[in-house]
């Protein structure tokens, strides 16, 4: 009974062997049909490249990756026919012709049983590759327009990757110029999908390219930030201050950055760098008042810096606001004090801060009027016409009511 049943064994697996060779003969033969049962044959080829007896035979992965080439070929040839191609089908060919050559390439490496090497096929797919490479571009801008960030970042990634093969380490398919465009599409397809580190790998290399330097840096500035890496993003930002004095960008973030590490010297320092290099944006003064008013505590420097953002632009309403602000806070703070007073002391200051509340009114009306959708404003001026029992006070409550 064992011998039997060893037997059966064998020749099971005999058959098995044969069928493997048979599906390698029949994807052989689809390469030549025209219009080949795409499914029939993509069974034929897992089984063909999962079964142990031809796994390991480069023939079989150049065979299945030529057979993907031909499905995307013949979708990509109807373009030139003025026909319109699948190009989900078509791609997702280019991506496993890829595969199958990579392996088929990697298996012809292994000598043979008499210690050589033959590259037969290792030569066919470089051929195949180089003129395949610049459509890998095509399929990640296809993937990047629908939104499929991480298949764009594959696409433009294989594209780079081919470049490293070992079978092109003497050549150059293309400019250096071509790559550093590519990998920075690859890196901003790689930070849309939130594959942050990847991107950054991409970036940190371009760093050293002087390829768009202002896009690179902002873009690792903004990856770093998203990261929560301080160290890097403050270096990241000193480094674009340095080489982009003039973009706006740096300068801010740098700004922002101090500001919210509560570091204002610093802060004032780049703002004052800012003001020097775009003596026009009315918006760093008005940083500057903020500060000067919230921080520092100088009241009047904080005016002479809102009025400055105002004869830069005199309908800028934060600036107008600003001076509002400061106006309504005045007050404000006044009252609080008032109410440790006497009440006859108590009256004599009220009149002061209804002063100040009415030096802040038209200011305030002012911005509203500038920008009515702001509810910063809205609350600013319900809170001043309750203090000054104005009945406008009503049409405030009903803004903020959304009424």
Not at 205 to 215: A, C, I, N, S
Not at 274 to 291: C, M, Q, S
Request: charged share 25%.
């Amino acid at each position: 009974m064992k011998k039997i049943f060893l037997s059966a064994i064998l020749c099971l697996a005999m058959g098995t062997a044969f069928a493997q060779k048979d599906n390698l003969k029949e994807v052989k033969k689809a390469l030549d049909a025209v219009t080949p049962d795409y499914e029939a044959v993509q069974s034929k080829i897992s089984s063909m490249l999962t079964n142990p007896e031809t796994a390991n035979d480069p023939e079989a992965w150049f065979v299945a990756g030529s057979f993907e080439d031909k499905i995307f070929s013949t979708e990509n040839n109807k373009t030139l026919l003025q026909q319109t191609p699948d190009e989900p089908l078509m791609y997702k060919a280019l991506f496993k012709s890829y595969d199958y050559f990579v392996k088929a390439i990697e298996l012809e490496k292994i000598p043979n049983e008499k210690g050589k090497v033959n590259n037969k096929y290792t030569k066919q797919i470089k051929a195949i590759l180089k003129i395949n490479q610049p459509y890998f571009v095509n399929a990640g801008a296809y993937y990047y327009d629908n939104g499929d960030y991480g298949t764009a970042y594959e696409a433009f990634k294989l594209f780079l990757d081919i470049q490293n093969l070992d079978i092109f380490k003497s050549e150059a398919l293309m400019a250096d110029s071509v790559y550093n465009q590519i990998k920075l599409y690859a890196a901003l397809s790689s930070s849309y999908n939130e594959d942050i580190p990847a991107a950054v790998v991409l970036l940190e290399d371009l760093k050293t390219k002087d390829y768009e330097t202002e896009q690179v840096y902002t873009a690792l500035a903004q990856n770093y930030q998203i990261m929560g890496d301080s160290v890097k993003y403050a270096a990241t930002l000193k480094e674009g201050v340095s080489k982009l004095p003039d973009s706006r960008f740096f300068l801010e973030s740098m700004i922002n950055m101090y500001i919210n590490s509560g570091q204002i010297d610093e802060a004032m320092k780049y703002l004052d760098d800012a003001i020097a290099k775009n003596p026009t944006v009315p918006e760093y003064w008005r940083v500057k008042g903020d500060l000067y008013e919230t921080e520092i505590k100088d009241v009047d420097k904080a005016l002479e810096a809102f009025e400055q953002s105002l004869n830069i632009d005199p309908t800028y309403a934060r600036g107008i606001a600003g001076i509002g602000r400061l106006y309504y806070n005045q007050g404000f703070n006044l009252q609080q004090k008032a109410n440790e007073l006497s009440f006859k002391e108590a009256q004599v200051v009220q009149e002061e801060v209804n002063e100040y509340y009415k030096k802040a009114l038209p200011y305030l009306e002012k911005a509203h009027q500038l920008d009515p959708d702001d509810r910063q404003y809205i609350m600013a001026l319900y809170a001043v016409y309750y203090a000054l029992k104005m009945p406008e006070v009503e049409e405030m409550e009903k803004l903020l009511n959304g009424e």
